[in-house]
Protein backbone atom coordinates (compact mmCIF):
# COMPACT_ATOMS: atom_id res chain seq x y z
CA UNK A 1 0.00 0.00 0.00
CA UNK A 2 1.15 3.44 -0.79
CA UNK A 3 0.01 5.14 2.34
CA UNK A 4 0.93 4.60 6.16
CA UNK A 5 -1.26 6.76 8.89
CA UNK A 6 0.99 6.06 12.18
CA UNK A 7 -1.03 6.61 15.27
CA UNK A 8 0.71 7.50 18.72
CA UNK A 9 -0.53 8.07 21.85
CA UNK A 10 0.10 10.34 25.08
CA UNK A 11 -1.09 7.57 27.28
CA UNK A 12 -2.24 4.83 25.90
CA UNK A 13 -3.19 3.19 22.52
CA UNK A 14 -5.60 0.05 22.24
CA UNK A 15 -6.70 -2.34 19.62
CA UNK A 16 -10.12 -0.59 20.08
CA UNK A 17 -8.80 2.72 18.52
CA UNK A 18 -6.83 0.71 15.86
CA UNK A 19 -9.72 -0.85 14.90
CA UNK A 20 -12.11 1.89 14.97
CA UNK A 21 -9.77 3.79 13.03
CA UNK A 22 -9.46 0.85 10.54
CA UNK A 23 -12.99 1.41 9.87
CA UNK A 24 -12.58 4.83 8.28
CA UNK A 25 -10.23 3.83 6.17
CA UNK A 26 -11.87 1.56 3.30
CA UNK A 27 -8.66 -0.11 2.19
CA UNK A 28 -6.67 -0.79 4.98
CA UNK A 29 -4.28 -3.32 6.35
CA UNK A 30 -3.48 -5.17 9.83
CA UNK A 31 -2.35 -2.70 12.32
CA UNK A 32 1.66 -3.16 12.59
CA UNK A 33 2.83 -2.05 16.13
CA UNK A 34 6.12 0.17 16.63
CA UNK A 35 5.40 -0.04 19.98
CA UNK A 36 2.72 -1.55 22.01
CA UNK A 37 0.25 0.57 23.90
CA UNK A 38 2.03 3.66 22.54
CA UNK A 39 2.48 3.67 18.90
CA UNK A 40 1.05 1.64 15.09
CA UNK A 41 1.51 2.30 11.81
CA UNK A 42 -2.16 1.54 9.32
CA UNK A 43 -1.28 1.08 5.58
CA UNK A 44 -4.00 2.04 3.41
CA UNK A 45 -4.59 3.02 -0.10
CA UNK A 46 -8.32 5.05 -1.91
CA UNK A 47 -7.67 8.35 0.44
CA UNK A 48 -5.10 11.00 0.09
CA UNK A 49 -3.56 11.28 3.25
CA UNK A 50 -4.72 14.24 5.09
CA UNK A 51 -8.09 12.54 4.63
CA UNK A 52 -7.29 9.83 6.20
CA UNK A 53 -5.64 11.76 8.83
CA UNK A 54 -8.64 13.87 9.24
CA UNK A 55 -11.01 10.60 9.63
CA UNK A 56 -8.79 9.19 11.72
CA UNK A 57 -8.70 12.44 14.16
CA UNK A 58 -12.64 12.46 14.32
CA UNK A 59 -13.27 8.74 14.89
CA UNK A 60 -10.68 9.20 17.89
CA UNK A 61 -13.04 12.09 19.03
CA UNK A 62 -10.75 13.86 21.17
CA UNK A 63 -8.38 11.14 22.73
CA UNK A 64 -4.86 12.16 23.08
CA UNK A 65 -3.55 10.31 20.16
CA UNK A 66 -0.82 11.82 17.29
CA UNK A 67 -1.63 11.40 13.86
CA UNK A 68 0.78 11.35 11.43
CA UNK A 69 -0.45 10.35 7.43
CA UNK A 70 2.28 10.32 4.80
CA UNK A 71 3.38 8.55 1.85
CA UNK A 72 5.47 4.82 2.59
CA UNK A 73 7.87 5.32 0.88
CA UNK A 74 11.16 7.88 1.84
CA UNK A 75 9.87 8.01 5.46
CA UNK A 76 13.45 7.88 7.30
CA UNK A 77 14.74 11.27 7.06
CA UNK A 78 18.84 12.01 6.31
CA UNK A 79 18.59 15.58 7.77
CA UNK A 80 16.97 16.89 11.16
CA UNK A 81 16.85 20.77 11.34
CA UNK A 82 15.07 21.53 15.41
CA UNK A 83 14.10 24.42 16.61
CA UNK A 84 15.89 24.94 20.21
CA UNK A 85 13.41 27.14 22.35
CA UNK A 86 9.84 25.41 23.35
CA UNK A 87 10.89 22.17 20.86
CA UNK A 88 14.45 20.68 21.97
CA UNK A 89 14.17 22.20 25.81
CA UNK A 90 11.23 23.07 28.01
CA UNK A 91 10.36 27.21 27.95
CA UNK A 92 12.43 30.14 26.23
CA UNK A 93 15.18 30.72 27.61
CA UNK A 94 15.55 34.58 27.09
CA UNK A 95 12.52 34.57 29.18
CA UNK A 96 14.62 33.08 31.75
CA UNK A 97 17.39 35.01 31.42
CA UNK A 98 15.21 38.18 31.75
CA UNK A 99 14.34 36.55 35.11
CA UNK A 100 17.80 37.92 36.50
CA UNK A 101 16.66 41.35 35.64
CA UNK A 102 12.98 40.93 37.08
CA UNK A 103 11.71 41.59 33.49
CA UNK A 104 10.29 37.81 32.72
CA UNK A 105 6.84 38.83 32.70
CA UNK A 106 7.57 41.96 30.35
CA UNK A 107 9.57 40.15 27.69
CA UNK A 108 7.66 37.11 27.89
CA UNK A 109 4.45 38.68 26.29
CA UNK A 110 7.12 40.09 23.87
CA UNK A 111 8.16 36.85 23.25
CA UNK A 112 4.41 35.29 23.07
CA UNK A 113 3.53 37.90 20.24
CA UNK A 114 6.51 37.19 18.28
CA UNK A 115 6.54 33.26 18.35
CA UNK A 116 2.71 34.31 17.70
CA UNK A 117 3.26 36.10 14.58
CA UNK A 118 1.76 38.95 15.53
CA UNK A 119 4.98 40.90 15.67
CA UNK A 120 8.32 41.27 13.75
CA UNK A 121 10.90 39.08 14.95
CA UNK A 122 14.04 40.79 14.01
CA UNK A 123 12.42 43.66 16.12
CA UNK A 124 11.13 41.98 19.08
CA UNK A 125 14.03 40.21 19.59
CA UNK A 126 16.43 43.68 19.65
CA UNK A 127 13.77 45.00 21.70
CA UNK A 128 14.08 42.42 24.42
CA UNK A 129 17.56 42.06 24.39
CA UNK A 130 17.67 45.74 24.75
CA UNK A 131 15.63 45.70 28.02
CA UNK A 132 18.82 43.30 29.58
CA UNK A 133 21.43 46.06 28.69
CA UNK A 134 23.83 45.52 31.86
CA UNK A 135 22.78 42.25 33.38
CA UNK A 136 25.78 40.62 34.38
CA UNK A 137 27.03 37.80 31.89
CA UNK A 138 27.24 35.13 34.62
CA UNK A 139 23.36 34.99 34.33
CA UNK A 140 23.55 32.91 31.17
CA UNK A 141 25.11 30.41 33.24
CA UNK A 142 22.62 30.47 35.77
CA UNK A 143 20.00 30.55 33.18
CA UNK A 144 21.97 27.27 31.47
CA UNK A 145 21.90 25.35 34.99
CA UNK A 146 18.52 25.39 35.23
CA UNK A 147 17.69 24.62 31.44
CA UNK A 148 15.79 21.17 30.99
CA UNK A 149 15.48 19.06 27.64
CA UNK A 150 12.39 17.98 26.33
CA UNK A 151 11.30 14.43 26.88
CA UNK A 152 12.58 12.47 24.10
CA UNK A 153 15.42 15.08 22.66
CA UNK A 154 18.37 13.02 23.01
CA UNK A 155 16.84 10.24 21.83
CA UNK A 156 15.44 11.47 18.96
CA UNK A 157 18.87 12.82 17.90
CA UNK A 158 21.08 9.64 18.95
CA UNK A 159 18.53 7.12 17.28
CA UNK A 160 18.61 9.29 13.85
CA UNK A 161 22.09 10.57 13.81
CA UNK A 162 22.91 5.80 14.98
CA UNK A 163 20.87 5.36 11.51
CA UNK A 164 23.14 7.66 9.51
CA UNK A 165 21.51 11.33 10.03
CA UNK A 166 22.94 14.04 9.95
CA UNK A 167 21.50 16.71 13.40
CA UNK A 168 21.14 20.38 13.31
CA UNK A 169 20.04 23.14 16.11
CA UNK A 170 18.65 25.98 14.53
CA UNK A 171 17.47 28.62 16.47
CA UNK A 172 16.58 32.05 17.25
CA UNK A 173 17.81 32.28 20.49
CA UNK A 174 21.39 32.93 21.32
CA UNK A 175 24.77 30.85 20.52
CA UNK A 176 25.81 30.29 24.36
CA UNK A 177 22.43 27.86 24.79
CA UNK A 178 23.21 26.08 21.36
CA UNK A 179 26.63 25.31 21.79
CA UNK A 180 25.65 23.95 25.03
CA UNK A 181 22.51 22.09 23.80
CA UNK A 182 24.35 21.00 20.87
CA UNK A 183 27.07 18.57 22.83
CA UNK A 184 23.94 17.96 25.41
CA UNK A 185 21.47 16.60 23.22
CA UNK A 186 24.32 15.16 20.33
CA UNK A 187 23.77 17.46 17.45
CA UNK A 188 26.04 17.38 14.60
CA UNK A 189 26.05 21.56 14.63
CA UNK A 190 23.74 24.56 15.60
CA UNK A 191 23.63 28.16 14.38
CA UNK A 192 21.76 30.80 16.64
CA UNK A 193 22.21 34.49 17.31
CA UNK A 194 24.71 36.08 19.51
CA UNK A 195 24.47 38.21 21.99
CA UNK A 196 27.57 41.22 22.48
CA UNK A 197 29.17 41.56 25.91
CA UNK A 198 31.64 44.21 27.37
CA UNK A 199 33.75 44.26 30.68
CA UNK A 200 31.58 40.73 31.87
CA UNK A 201 27.92 42.43 30.98
CA UNK A 202 24.94 42.45 28.24
CA UNK A 203 25.52 45.44 26.18
CA UNK A 204 22.12 45.16 25.15
CA UNK A 205 22.35 44.70 21.50
CA UNK A 206 22.41 41.46 19.16
CA UNK A 207 25.19 40.81 17.09
CA UNK A 208 24.10 40.96 12.90
CA UNK A 209 23.33 38.79 11.36
CA UNK A 210 19.43 37.80 13.12
CA UNK A 211 18.65 34.49 12.38
CA UNK A 212 15.26 34.91 11.86
CA UNK A 213 12.55 32.69 10.03
CA UNK A 214 14.26 33.62 6.82
CA UNK A 215 17.41 32.14 8.12
CA UNK A 216 15.75 28.81 9.12
CA UNK A 217 14.57 28.17 6.07
CA UNK A 218 17.81 29.13 4.29
CA UNK A 219 19.62 27.03 6.57
CA UNK A 220 17.63 23.75 6.05
CA UNK A 221 18.02 24.00 2.10
CA UNK A 222 21.67 24.49 2.41
CA UNK A 223 22.33 21.59 4.75
CA UNK A 224 20.62 19.28 1.86
CA UNK A 225 21.91 20.87 -0.55
CA UNK A 226 25.69 20.05 0.93
CA UNK A 227 24.64 16.92 1.82
CA UNK A 228 22.93 16.15 -1.95
CA UNK A 229 19.34 15.30 -0.13
CA UNK A 230 16.13 16.33 -1.80
CA UNK A 231 13.20 17.93 0.12
CA UNK A 232 11.41 14.62 0.96
CA UNK A 233 14.01 13.37 2.84
CA UNK A 234 14.71 16.28 5.02
CA UNK A 235 12.64 16.83 8.98
CA UNK A 236 12.26 20.03 10.31
CA UNK A 237 10.17 20.63 13.88
CA UNK A 238 9.76 24.07 15.98
CA UNK A 239 6.77 25.77 17.91
CA UNK A 240 6.77 29.16 16.69
CA UNK A 241 5.69 31.71 13.68
CA UNK A 242 9.73 31.88 13.06
CA UNK A 243 9.62 28.34 12.29
CA UNK A 244 6.76 28.14 9.94
CA UNK A 245 8.52 28.48 6.31
CA UNK A 246 11.22 25.54 7.39
CA UNK A 247 8.49 22.99 8.93
CA UNK A 248 6.52 24.33 5.18
CA UNK A 249 9.46 23.58 3.15
CA UNK A 250 10.52 20.12 4.92
CA UNK A 251 9.73 16.70 3.78
CA UNK A 252 8.28 15.84 7.49
CA UNK A 253 7.95 19.47 8.54
CA UNK A 254 5.91 18.86 12.31
CA UNK A 255 4.88 21.87 14.55
CA UNK A 256 5.57 20.41 18.19
CA UNK A 257 3.22 21.25 20.89
CA UNK A 258 3.22 24.67 18.56
CA UNK A 259 1.59 28.01 18.81
CA UNK A 260 -1.91 28.20 16.89
CA UNK A 261 -1.32 29.92 14.03
CA UNK A 262 1.62 27.10 13.66
CA UNK A 263 -0.25 23.91 14.21
CA UNK A 264 -3.09 25.32 11.85
CA UNK A 265 -1.00 25.53 9.45
CA UNK A 266 1.33 22.88 9.51
CA UNK A 267 0.53 19.66 7.54
CA UNK A 268 1.76 17.80 10.54
CA UNK A 269 1.97 18.47 14.16
CA UNK A 270 2.27 16.48 17.11
CA UNK A 271 0.21 17.82 19.93
CA UNK A 272 0.27 15.15 23.03
CA UNK A 273 3.87 12.68 22.85
CA UNK A 274 7.02 13.67 23.53
CA UNK A 275 9.73 13.86 20.89
CA UNK A 276 9.68 10.55 20.29
CA UNK A 277 6.73 10.64 18.09
CA UNK A 278 9.31 11.83 15.25
CA UNK A 279 10.85 8.78 15.14
CA UNK A 280 7.63 6.73 15.01
CA UNK A 281 6.38 8.52 12.27
CA UNK A 282 9.91 7.73 10.48
CA UNK A 283 8.34 4.19 11.30
CA UNK A 284 11.36 3.24 14.11
CA UNK A 285 10.05 1.04 16.23
CA UNK A 286 10.82 1.40 19.98
CA UNK A 287 13.19 -1.42 20.15
CA UNK A 288 15.32 0.60 17.20
CA UNK A 289 15.28 3.20 19.79
CA UNK A 290 19.07 5.21 20.96
CA UNK A 291 19.58 6.30 23.90
CA UNK A 292 21.06 10.17 23.96
Not at 192 to 208: I, P
Not at 258 to 287: C, I, M, N, S, W
Request: proline share 2%; with cysteine; hydrophobic share 45%.
Amino acid sequence: MDSILTLIAADRLDDSMLSAVREVLPQSAAPVWLAPGKAADIAFDGLSEAEATRRARETLNGAAVDLVGQAAAGRRKKLLVADMDSTMVIGETLDELAAHAGLKEQIAEITARAMNGEIDFKGALRERVGLLAGLAATALDETYRHLELMPGAATLVATMKAHGAKTVLVSGGFDFFTSRVRERCGFDEDRANRLEMADGKLTGQVLDPILDRDAKLAHLRDFAGLLGLARHETLAVGDGANDLDMIRAAGLGVAYHAKPVVAGEAKFRVDHADLTALLYAQGYTEAEFVSG
